[in-house]
């Protein structure tokens, strides 16, 4: 089975079992979102489905990521003072911040780190997710 044919089945089936109907708008905006990897904001992904899908509407697309993020197909990623960004990673990752460029890298982190930050959690308490962001620039002069 070619692979556009394998994604879009994967995605229908992962909306279907979110009750939700897969939509050629929604397919669309995904695939733009894991084309690139580079955590664009919601007006970025709608300019970049307006090339293939010229008369969709900013709010679609918005309505779109909010059922992509509520079947956990991609993950919100905010800043403080800035757009919300979208990250197609779905595993445990932490984000680095470039305050430089704007730009946002995804940080694998080992999972004893994992482990140790859900530990350091008051008793009683379970997270269910762990949002870790760091911010800086790129040092010059690194090898």
């Known amino acids: 089975m070619p692979a556009t044919k394998q994604n879009h089945a994967a995605l229908s089936e992962r909306l279907k ?3 939700v109907r897969p ?27 307006k090339a293939s899908m010229p008369t969709i509407s900013l ?8 059922t992509l993020v509520q079947c956990g197909l991609v993950r919100q990623v905010n800043l403080e003072r800035a ?8 595993h445990q990752h932490a984000h680095f911040h470039d305050e430089a460029t ?7 982190l080992p999972e004893e780190v994992m482990t140790r930050l859900h530990e350091v959690l008051p008793a ?3 997270a269910r997710s762990i949002d870790l962001t ?9 090898n």
């Open 23 to 49: 939509t050629a708008q929604r397919e669309v905006v995904l695939k733009v979102i894991l084309e690139k990897r580079d955590h664009p904001t919601a007006d970025e992904i709608f300019a970049r489905v």
């Open 124 to 126: 009683g308490f379970a």
């Open 134 to 142: 760091f911010r800086g620039s790129a040092k010059t002069g690194a």
């Open 102 to 108: 704007g730009q946002i890298h995804d940080v694998d």
């Open 83 to 90: 757009p919300t960004r979208y990250c197609p990673n779905l």
């Open 17 to 19: 079992a979110c009750d």
């Open 59 to 66: 709010a679609t697309v918005y309505n779109c990521l909010d």
